[in-house]
Nanobody, 127 residues
């Protein structure tokens, strides 16, 4: 069994930066493909960043490319998300997710590919 716990969400002004973390508990962290999703009020959960366990390759959605950076520290069982140049439209609950099996990069945006989810952390960006 694996448990994920996000932290770091808070209120921040537009243009500011924020770092989120996701701690993992349970089975070996290093063999999971990991990702970040977010969900704004009234909207579907949206994928925006992933990192593959085998080689650390990263993938971003267009909406965050160049502003967000995903990274992982296997020894610390931690997934990080550095968010810069935040915009009001980045306001959402942010979730980390772990895939127990290999995830084809073309399917990174499919929530069903991920076995484990955290409870989410709220990020609010004020204008």
């Amino acid at each position: 069994q694996v448990q994920l716990a996000e932290s770091g969400g808070r209120l921040v002004q537009a243009g500011g930066s924020l770092k989120l973390s996701c701690e993992t508990y349970g089975e070996t962290f290093g063999t999971f493909d990991l990702a970040w999703f977010r969900q704004a009020p009234g909207q579907e959960r949206e994928f925006f960043a992933a990192i593959k366990y085998v080689d650390g390759a990263v993938h971003y959605s267009v909406s965050v490319l160049g502003r967000f950076t995903i990274s992982r520290y296997n020894a610390w069982r931690r997934l990080n998300l550095q968010m810069n140049s935040l915009k009001p439209e980045d306001t959402a609950v942010y979730y980390c997710a772990a895939g127990r099996k290999y995830i084809n990069p073309v399917n990174y945006d499919l929530a069903r590919e991920y076995t484990y989810w955290g409870q989410g952390t709220q990020v609010t960006v004020s204008s």
